[in-house]
């Protein structure tokens, strides 16, 4: 084989551990990994800083891992594209979306395992939204969830009719699920709400609708 044979492979291997490439290579491999894993577990923050410093140290140095090669920092390369940075998707967010997932999932998919266990031994006849933030119950990733019932409120709405959220078949709370234009009533109306409306703090919107 002579070497006009093997200089495509060459080639191509020296595009790939260009900064081109190893960018590319930090956006399709490493970073799907790393997703892969926050989809089963939420990673802790010194895990992600330690994989940040492995992609940066490769993205300037290649297979060397130096660190002191970098020319800019982490976080300026993370910014989007039209403000001239590599737009590479921060993993601190990256874990964010999926703490938010997983509080979906506790709302939603009642026929999980998962769900059906944390509604059984920790948020039992309350809501997941009534659970109190200082609580030592559950594992330190339930209660990081818990710390980001506020981010999530943002997004999750319930549709309501009769009460019940027609696709997954659940309860809506009344006090502390957002299927109101004024988000969780108990935070709204505080504690005087239920003295003034005479609604128990576990009841359903299809215990009050059914009422009327």
């Known amino acids: 084989m002579t070497i006009t044979d093997y200089m495509p492979l060459v080639e191509k291997i020296r595009r790939f551990l260009s900064h081109a490439g190893r960018l590319q290579l930090i956006n399709s491999v490493i970073t799907t990994m790393t997703n892969f894993w926050m989809q089963a577990f939420t990673l802790p923050s010194s895990c992600l800083k330690d994989i940040e410093s492995l992609c940066s140290a490769f993205l300037w140095s290649g297979p060397e891992l130096k660190s002191s090669k970098a020319k800019l920092c982490w976080k300026d390369l993370c910014l989007p594209k039209n403000e001239g940075a590599l737009g590479i998707r921060p993993l601190k967010e990256m874990n964010t979306v999926f703490y938010l997932k997983l509080i979906w999932r506790s709302?939603?998919?009642?026929?999980?395992?998962?769900?059906?266990?944390?509604?059984?031994?920790?948020?039992?006849?309350?809501?997941?939204?009534?659970?109190?933030?200082?609580?030592?119950?559950?594992?330190?990733?339930?209660?990081?969830?818990?710390?980001?019932?506020?981010?999530?409120?943002?997004?999750?709405?319930?549709?309501?009719?009769?009460?019940?959220?027609?696709?997954?078949?659940?309860?809506?709370?009344?006090?502390?699920?957002?299927?109101?234009?004024?988000?969780?009533?108990?935070?709204?109306?505080?504690?005087?709400?239920?003295?003034?409306?005479?609604?128990?703090?576990?009841?359903?919107?299809?215990?009050?609708?059914?009422?009327?």
């Open 107 to 212: 709302s939603f998919e009642k026929a999980s395992l998962w769900v059906r266990w944390i509604h059984c031994y920790l948020i039992r006849k309350g809501s997941f939204w009534s659970v109190s933030s200082t609580t030592t119950s559950g594992s330190w990733v339930w209660r990081k969830l818990l710390k980001h019932r506020e981010l999530a409120t943002q997004f999750l709405r319930m549709e309501v009719g009769n009460g019940k959220h027609t696709l997954q078949e659940k309860d809506t709370s009344f006090w502390y699920d957002v299927w109101s234009k004024h988000g969780r009533l108990k935070v709204a109306l505080g504690d005087r709400g239920l003295i003034e409306l005479g609604i128990v703090d576990n009841a359903l919107v299809s215990d009050v609708l059914g009422r009327q």
